[in-house]
């Protein structure tokens, strides 16, 4: 096999990889936005942000095929930000909590 398809083989392979470590870990990232969800007592249109996204990501319907996550992680992204964005406005500001808001 020549040197040259080897690397870029090589090369294609570590990108897979790499692809597909940032979306399980976004996955778990959106996961773990449902304790928000829950504290922040969001509107259904956010939860459905929320649900579309954990159904996109395990769907086998996708923009671009299954070797490219790319398309995964984008909505990922959209949905934590979306949902980061949502919670901190029900809950009166960035990074705070019910219980740190009500205590101050």
Not at 14 to 28: D, E, K, N, W, Y
Not at 53 to 61: D, E, F, G, K
Request: glycine residues 6%; contains cysteine.
């Amino acid at each position: 096999m020549d040197v040259n398809l080897t690397l870029v083989l090589a090369v294609a392979a570590v990108a897979c990889v790499a692809m597909l470590v940032a979306t399980i870990v976004l996955f778990v990232k959106v996961l773990r936005t449902r304790a928000l969800l829950r504290e922040a007592g969001l509107p259904l249109s956010n939860r459905a942000a929320y649900w579309g996204a954990l159904i996109y990501v395990v769907s086998p319907v996708d923009l671009l095929p299954d070797p490219v996550y790319l398309d995964d992680i984008g909505v990922l992204l959209l949905a934590l930000r979306s949902l980061h964005t949502a919670s901190a406005k029900a809950m009166g500001g960035p990074g705070r909590t019910r219980r740190q808001r009500t205590d101050a």
